[in-house]
């Protein structure tokens, strides 16, 4: 499958560089929270809240097996790779590409939203931030075919860079 897979911690900017990769390559976007949100008439913070994280992480393993698609770039939630076999599954999908960040910059990202991020505090943020990162950073390389950097970046170098890549992999664009 030709997919273009978006992983990455949140604050990482899987959702804006996906409309960016959209103008370039003519993909839809898949954006697995949005999904799960109009699935199940609820926020993501709503789901966590009632149900919590267990029921979430396999709403985001069902949708996974369930798709098929082709041609897409798929925005993943953050903790869509704790699984081992979503890990498995996002490769056969298509390519995964890691948006690695540091802490600093995911918490530069996140310092305004903690309020719409069921896992963040903002008095916390910096704290939950790095021990997410510790937890996540070796399934997130172990999920990817690509790791790209977003220190110091604009979007635009970011999509620049994936778009290379896909292109070296003989990816089609219908734009």
């Known amino acids: 499958m ?9 604050g990482s900017g899987k959702s804006t560089l996906s409309h960016q990769l959209k103008k370039m390559t003519g993909y839809k976007i898949i954006d697995c929270d949005d999904l799960i949100e109009n699935h199940e008439n609820l926020l993501i913070k ?4 009632l149900y919590g994280e ?11 097996n369930d ?6 770039i798929i925005s993943t939630g ?4 704790l699984s081992a076999e979503n890990r498995l599954r996002l490769k056969s999908l298509g ?9 600093v910059t995911l918490y530069n990202r996140l310092l305004d939203q903690t309020s719409e991020r069921p896992l963040l505090e903002k008095e ?7 021990e997410l990162l510790e937890k ?4 997130y390389l172990e999920a990817s075919d690509y790791v790209i950097s977003i220190d110091s970046k604009t979007t635009d170098e970011v999509c620049t860079e994936i778009y290379t890549i896909l292109r070296e992999l003989d990816y089609i664009f219908s734009v």
Do not use: P, W
């Open 67 to 72: 798709f098929n698609d082709d041609e897409c």
């Open 124 to 130: 916390a943020l910096h704290n939950q931030l790095s």
């Open 136 to 139: 996540r950073s070796d399934l």
């Open 46 to 49: 709503e789901i966590f809240s």
């Open 95 to 103: 390519t995964v590409f890691y948006l690695s960040g540091s802490v």
């Open 54 to 64: 267990k029921h979430f992480r396999k709403l985001e393993s069902d949708f996974l």
């Open 2 to 10: 030709s997919n273009i897979i978006l992983i990455g911690m949140m």
């Open 78 to 81: 953050g903790g869509m790779i």
